[in-house]
């Protein structure tokens, strides 16, 4: 059996080639996710909104999200922005290494995980799935939330890394999920990373062929588009970008392995006309949603993958290996 679950960083609309501003942000798009949501209802998809301060902060987009969370279909989990996250930083924006979460000190990170769990917390809201700002987590991170009652961690981006200064590097990191140990007799914490591969095994072997020729002088090449034209490609499971074009040639791929677990993913502000670089035009929008629908169609038609929300991904997942364990 793989579960597949959809995931959407519920997040605040902003230009992101403005850096990381402190300022309050606007929240428009959230008024897009009830749309959203009924499209998945219709395929019996299921759907986890990572929310963020500036979402509970705003009244009207809190409404929307107290109305989501009464759908059986969708989850509420975590989300952060650590740059518009109180405690603020006093300058109007924030650096690129400061906007990864895992970068802050301990104690100001912390607070900030506080202000975003207290607000759910005083909405009656209770996440128990967690997804950083720019893919960031870290062991404290991980321990403090899984003390507030979080068991999963969805910030993993395969193969992947940033040019930023102290971003993460899940370059050797795989699709499958993994298991963090939080104690004896309490719920491990399962990291259910996002879904980028590659379409033909071995992954590592394809990964290291990519990062080589996309180094001087083997860019100049252009030994990745031949590749992609004729043997393998790079594909992520998203529903805004590029890499997530050919998914279908992904899935196929997938659908022979038996995984766990996959995980599709967007960011809300790209259902809002201008309000992501994925979505400057209301076409960018309509291709999002017929994204959605293709995949969750192809998804429904076969008997061995089932949808699921992240937390409920994690519960599955820790059964499993408590049933391993023979207890």
């Keep these: 059996m793989t579960y597949y679950t959809l995931t959407v960083d519920t997040e605040e609309e902003w230009d992101w080639d403005s850096g990381y501003p402190t ?3 606007t929240v428009e798009n959230i008024d897009q996710l009830m749309g959203f949501q009924k499209v998945a209802d219709n395929y019996g998809g299921k759907v986890t909104y990572f929310t963020n301060h500036a979402v509970l902060a705003d009244p009207h987009a809190c409404r929307t999200i107290s109305r989501l969370s009464t759908n059986p279909n969708a989850e509420i989990g975590l989300h952060i922005h650590p740059w518009n996250t109180p405690p603020l930083s006093e300058t109007s924006t924030v650096s690129p290494r400061m906007s990864f979460l895992h970068n802050a000190r301990r104690e100001a990170g912390i607070a900030k995980l506080d202000t ?9 809201l209770s996440p128990r799935s967690f997804r950083g700002g720019r ?20 910030s993993i981006l395969p193969f992947t890394t940033w040019a930023d200064e102290g971003a993460p590097d899940f370059r050797h990191r795989q699709p499958m999920p993994q298991r963090i140990e939080m104690g004896s007799g309490t719920h491990g914490l399962w990291e259910i990373p996002l879904t980028m591969a590659f379409t033909r095994k071995p992954w590592s072997l394809w990964h290291r062929f990519y990062e080589t020729c996309s180094q001087s002088p083997l860019r100049h090449l252009r ?7 004729t043997i393998v490609n790079k594909v992520w499971l998203n529903l805004e970008h590029p890499l997530g074009e ?14 766990p677990c996959i995980n599709f993913t967007m960011h809300s502000s790209s259902l809002l006309v201008g309000g992501s670089p994925y979505s400057k035009t209301s076409a960018h929008v309509a291709k999002i949603f017929e994204r959605l629908e293709r995949a969750l169609s192809t998804l429904a038609s076969w008997p061995n993958f089932q949808p699921a929300t992240i937390s409920e991904v994690a519960g599955y997942l820790e059964e499993a290996h408590h049933a391993r364990l023979g207890n």
Aim: net charge negative; hydrophobic share 45%.
């Design 23 to 25: 300022q309050p942000p």
């Design 116 to 124: 975003v769990l207290d607000a759910f917390e005083s909405r009656d």
């Design 135 to 154: 893919y960031s987590t870290c062991d404290w991170i991980q321990k403090h939330l899984h003390a507030r009652g979080i068991i999963a961690d969805a």
């Design 223 to 229: 030994m990745i588009g031949i590749a992609e034209r």
């Design 246 to 259: 050919h998914f279908e040639r992904l899935l196929q791929a997938l659908k022979q392995l038996d995984l």
